[in-house]
């Protein structure tokens, strides 16, 4: 079996043990699961009892991940996430008393709920996977990603995250209502389990994820499919409606999202496809737009869509010659 055949059907399985815990919303998994794979961290933006929280503990659960959870509230201190160093009476010396910020996967709940001060404490560890605690560097675990949520409606007692740490969220997806269909369908679970807790398999261990994560280094990106992310970044710059454009992080964003996607698809190579599928979680959320924007009522999702519709699609080519990177 080849590594991406391993991938594969990792994922795959991996999805069908998530479907357990989360009825009917396999795409919002998906691209939780591409942001793993991509080793970035997520948001998720949605209102309050939609499986924000579950999502995240079953990930950890499947993948064997170390979990911890953070209630952002208004009077949580940096220390509070990073840790501190306590005297030790015993030693005569100072130890140092790790944080929850020291584990796999770290969510962040209502992240919007603290003040600037302390969600700049997650800021150096989501962007430099290490922390500083009174003058001394501490690296994270590997892998270290943070799924993070926040409430979109309630704003009252919120501090709204900063452009430069929005920017550090490889993608940004909403959950949404169920279907009537599925949510009759997670009431019949529910009974039938006889318990609110869902029993879930680990499906991979933390030496196969960081493996699984390593393979989609060896994709292969044709040059015109590099362009033409470029170009769908370079038309949210020049969009009318927009203030500021995604950065050159944005377009690194989108590429490994879409290495991501083709792996779990099966493919050893980017096309257009992918990149489209995962344009508005990855970029919507690093814009600016103009005031006027807002009176109309246009998100930022709509924009995207308008660049990728302006931005010519290039053919689909598999890789040609036996040089080319390609995972085999």
Request: glycine letters at 8%.
């Amino acid at each position: 079996m080849s590594e991406l055949d391993e991938l594969h059907r990792a994922t795959g399985r991996l999805l069908e043990q998530m479907g357990k815990a989360v009825v009917g919303k396999r795409e919002v998994l998906e691209l939780v699961l591409l942001g793993i794979l991509a080793d970035g961290h997520v948001l998720i933006e949605d209102y309050p009892g939609l499986a924000k929280t579950l999502i995240a503990r079953s990930f950890a659960r499947c993948c064997g991940l170390r979990f911890a959870r953070i209630q952002f509230t208004p009077d949580l201190m940096p220390s509070d996430i990073t840790g501190s160093s306590i005297f030790n009476q015993r030693s005569g010396d100072f130890e140092m008393r790790p944080g929850p910020i020291f584990a796999n996967l770290v969510l962040g709940d209502e992240i919007n709920r603290s003040p600037a001060k302390t969600q700049a404490a997650l800021l150096e560890g989501m962007q430099e996977r290490q922390v500083t605690i009174e003058g001394v560097t501490w690296p994270l675990p590997r892998p270290f990603l943070v799924l993070a949520t926040q409430n979109p409606i309630e704003y009252e007692g919120t501090y709204p995250l900063p452009e430069a740490q929005l920017d550090r969220f490889l993608l940004r997806v909403g959950v949404g209502y169920p279907s009537r269909d599925d949510e009759r369908q997670m009431l019949d679970r529910r009974q039938s389990r006889g318990s609110d807790e869902v029993e879930l398999e680990e499906v991979i261990d933390l030496p196969l994820l960081l493996r699984l994560q390593g393979m989609l280094e060896h994709l292969h990106i044709d040059p015109d499919i590099q362009f033409y992310i470029v170009d769908l970044v370079e038309a949210t710059r020049r969009h009318p409606g927009v203030q500021v454009g995604a950065s050159p992080r944005g377009s690194l964003a989108l590429m490994k999202l879409s290495r991501a996607r083709a792996a779990v698809a099966g493919r050893d190579f980017v096309t257009p496809e992918d990149v489209k599928s995962v344009a508005v979680p990855a970029l919507a959320h690093r814009l600016s737009l103009r005031p006027e924007l807002w009176v109309q009522r246009v998100r930022a999702d709509d924009v995207i869509a308008e660049c990728l519709a302006s931005v010519a699609t290039p053919p689909t080519r598999a890789p040609g010659r036996p040089e080319e990177k390609a995972l085999r």
